[in-house]
């Protein structure tokens, strides 16, 4: 059934961008809550950006400014906009539900270097 595809990790030199994208199937992401999340080496899965059923955006403190999140509902699709990327934001980057499926995707590496 449910299904949820991220690409669009890389490498980039600190200070540029990235856009991930979180292909869904089997669900309408219109419906539910969605959000991005990244996990670093060593460290917790952390909640990076969530966009509600009603299009309203929460970001924490380390990324806010810097990503939207945005969502294309004639591609059933999720879009993660990474601007002005810092070494620290290094990480797997995945998409889910903002109350998560217990099932985690591949994700995508993003890896903020120089």
């Not at 690409?7 to 979180?22: A, D, E, I, W």
């Not at 950006?49 to 955006?57: E, L």
């Not at 810092?86 to 890896?111: H, I, M, S």
Request: glycine share 10%.
């Amino acid at each position: 059934q449910v299904q949820l595809v991220e690409s669009g990790g890389g490498l980039v030199q600190p200070g540029g961008s990235l856009r991930l994208s979180c292909a869904a199937s089997g669900f309408i992401v219109r419906l539910y809550e969605m959000a991005w999340y990244r996990q670093a080496p060593g460290k917790q899965r952390e909640l990076v950006a969530s966009i509600t059923s009603g299009g309203n955006t929460n970001y924490p403190d380390s990324v806010k400014g810097r990503f939207t999140i945005a969502r294309d509902n004639a591609k059933n699709t999720v879009y993660l906009q990474m601007n002005s990327l810092k070494p620290e934001d290094t990480a797997v980057y995945y998409c889910n539900f903002r109350l998560p499926n217990a099932y985690w995707g591949q994700g995508t590496q993003v890896t903020v270097s120089s």
